[in-house]
Each structure stands twice: as C-alpha cells, then as structure tokens.
C-alpha cells in the first residue's frame, strides 16, 4: 500500500465535524426520508471549481435516478480524501496529477506522464483503500500561477523562470495549503527557485484577482480553467516553462462499496459527464458561477441541458 501522510489535528477535527454533518444533512436527500447509507454521498473540495464539478457528476446520477446527497465546500483534499476512505462520503471529483501525488508521493510520476499512465497508477494507488478510479475526463485544469497584465508589461515576464530574479521583492498570494503542496510554493522553490519575499493567505480565487490588480500580491494561483483569464482580462498566467504541473483531468474517485451497492446504473451516470466533459466546458461552467451568479447546481443543469 502507498504510504500515506500523517493527518494534522485540523484535518482529523475537520474530518470528525464533517462525519457529523454529512450524517445530518446533504442537498438533495428530503430530511427525515434518507439515512447516509441509502444516499450516494458527493462531497466537493472548498473551491468553486470543484464544487460546480462535485454537482455536475451528481446531477447525472440523480438523472439516472438515484438517490443523491451532495455537501459542497467540505475541505481540502487532506479532509475529503480520508472521508472517502473511511466511508463518510461516497464520491468526490478530483485531478490526476494532483490526487496521484497525495495517495502516492514517492511514486515517481513526474510531469510528463501521459494522462492514461498517470490513470493507471491512480488506479493501482487508492485500490487497497477501498475507492476505485473511474474513467477520466478530456478537461483538464492545471495550477496556474498569474500577475496583472499592468506588472507583465512592466517587467517583462512571461515565463515563471522569468521571475527568479524578482522573487525576493514580491509576494505570493494562495490558499493556506499552498504551502505545503508539492505542486505549489515547495514545487515553485524545488523547479524555478522562487525565494518570495511575503506569502499571504487568500480566502478565495476571487480574493486573488483583487489582491493582485490592487497590487497587494505580484504573484497568486489561479487555475488554469478561472473564468476571470482570457481576452483582455487584468490578470494573466504565466508560462510552466519547466513543466512542474502534471496533466490533471477531471477523474471521479468512488468508494467499492458504493458501486457494488449501486452498480452499473452509478458508474455509467459517473462515465457518461467524463464521457462529454471537455476544458471549455468547464470554462464555461466557471463563468456561470463566477461572473454570472449561478449556483453550482444550476450550472450543472443548465449544462446537462445544452444551456
């Protein structure tokens, strides 16, 4: 079995409240009508990406007409992924690259591994916890790491390696586990040599796009799908020139025991969105939730139905 990192106390509090919320509450399950075990359980990351992801899986099951309960915004993938294995939730949408390098850190994939490799070993990782990989979806979304347009014309930077010399007079802005994680401020250290003078928390994506315009941050992660990028956008992605992201497709991971409940109807509903998901259309689910204002479940539908 891959080694597995040790849980902080944050996580294992994290992971103990949302054992109790799950079991009270979840959309989409009538109160009083479901218990836990007679739901299929879909739990989403604390970002709006993974979120509208987490109801756009779950709105295919609940089409194929199954019972679905879903919880958005639980946690990090250090709260979600562990509930998966432990049974507290049933599915969860994640990235290749990304979860890969969490079930198995000392794998060995680096970031040009072909995304049907990267799925194999996938696979072969969370097989002895109990969660089978499901078929991996054509879009893809990667961390990016942006500037203003305004700091890219006055620098002159275009590539991250470009901004090594910079570094030591600017400040980064992410999420708090950005510090941690491989593929963010270690993996910018590690690759590009990217000494930051300050690093601030952000509380959101959007909170990034603000920071950086206003000036507060030089630098900050954006994802590669943001719906705030693109045209003519204030804020611009800078080239991985040295490839530290791995391919990272949209990949359903789903306890055994709730395809062995629920069989072939629950994996062809899971198969059928990575079957028609491509990049632009989480684009376009982004900006449905981040510039026009929908929720992610109405996203989802909207999608479903060709909107």
């Known amino acids: 079995m891959p080694p597995r990192r040790a849980r902080s106390p944050a996580a294992l509090a994290a992971l ?101 490799l990267l799925h194999v070993a996938l696979r072969a990782a969370f097989a002895p916890r109990g969660v089978e990989v499901l078929a991996a979806a054509k879009a893809e979304d990667q961390n990016g790491f ?32 950005c510090r941690d994680r491989p593929l963010c401020l270690p993996g910018l250290i590690q690759v590009y040599g990217l000494q930051f003078k300050q690093v601030e928390n952000m509380p959101s994506r959007a909170a990034t796009v603000e920071a950086l315009v206003a000036g507060q941050v030089q630098v900050g992660l954006l ?33 055994t025991a709730a395809l062995d409940r629920w069989g072939d109807r629950l994996r062809d509903a899971l198969d059928a969105v990575s079957a028609k998901l491509t990049t632009a259309d989480l684009i376009n689910l982004n900006r449905a939730v981040e510039v026009e204002g929908l929720s ?12």
């Not at 500037?147 to 980064?172: D, K």
């Open 16 to 116: 103990l409240t949302l054992v109790a919320v799950l079991a009270g509450c979840g959309s989409g399950t009538p109160k009083g009508e479901a218990t836990p075990t007679d739901t299929i359980r879909f739990a989403s990351y604390d970002f709006s990406e993974n979120e509208i992801l987490a109801a756009v899986y779950a709105e295919s099951a609940r089409q194929a007409g199954l019972p679905v309960s879903l919880q958005l915004g639980v946690g990090t993938r250090e709260v979600v992924e562990p509930a998966l294995e432990q049974g507290v939730v049933d599915v969860a949408i994640d990235y290749q690259g990304t979860a890969l390098r969490f079930a198995d850190p000392a794998g060995g994939q680096d970031a040009g591994t072909a995304p049907d």
């Open 146 to 177: 942006a500037v203003s347009r305004a700091f890219a014309t006055e620098q002159r930077v275009s590539t991250l390696s470009e901004l090594a010399p910079l570094a030591p007079g600017l400040t980064f802005g992410g999420p708090p586990e």
């Open 223 to 255: 994802e590669t799908t943001d719906a705030r990028l693109g045209g003519k956008a204030p804020v611009v992605l800078l080239t991985d020139d040295r490839s530290l992201q791995p391919h990272e497709n949209v990949v359903p991971l789903v306890r």
């Open 296 to 307: 992610p479940e109405d996203a989802a539908a909207r999608w479903w139905h060709g909107g």
